[in-house]
């Protein structure tokens, strides 16, 4: 469902003023393609984990402990493959939206505007 005109403006208001407030949780919570996890990671770690299994199992029914032991390391170095980032996308830019919005008031923090909004917009609704 797509939002208002006015919905679509308060948004951006409240991202520019998350930004001016605390910029450092809106990059880590603002998403960005850059920061997703590739389906290529997801395939070769779940590779590399099943192979690792299969090793495993192979140094238990042979007795070989050193294959279980490295059957247990390509396991886990695979699921970790499969759940990390890769280089780039830590020092991918982040976008900033345009700021022509209204401006952002510094002086009672992110949680006093947001209610200086909600009270202007009961105000104005009949």
Do not use: C
């Not at 880590?28 to 850059?34: I, K, L, V």
């Not at 299994?53 to 007795?63: D, F």
């Not at 939206?97 to 510094?106: I, L, M, T, Y």
């Amino acid at each position: 469902m797509a939002l208002s005109e006015h919905e679509q403006r308060l948004l951006d208001q409240l991202e520019q003023q998350l930004h001016a407030d605390d910029p450092k949780f809106a990059s880590s919570m603002a998403s960005s393609p850059q920061r997703t996890i590739s389906t290529r990671r997801i395939v070769i770690g779940a590779l590399m984990t099943v192979a690792g299994i299969l090793i495993l199992l192979l140094g238990v029914a042979n007795q070989i402990i050193l294959l279980g032991v490295a059957g247990f390391l390509v396991m886990g170095a695979g699921v970790y493959y499969a759940t990390s980032r890769g280089k780039g996308s830590e020092s991918a830019p982040m976008p900033q939206g345009n700021n022509k919005s209204a401006p952002v008031n510094r002086s009672g923090g992110f949680l006093s505007t947001l209610e200086e909004k909600w009270d202007e917009r009961k105000r104005e609704q009949p």
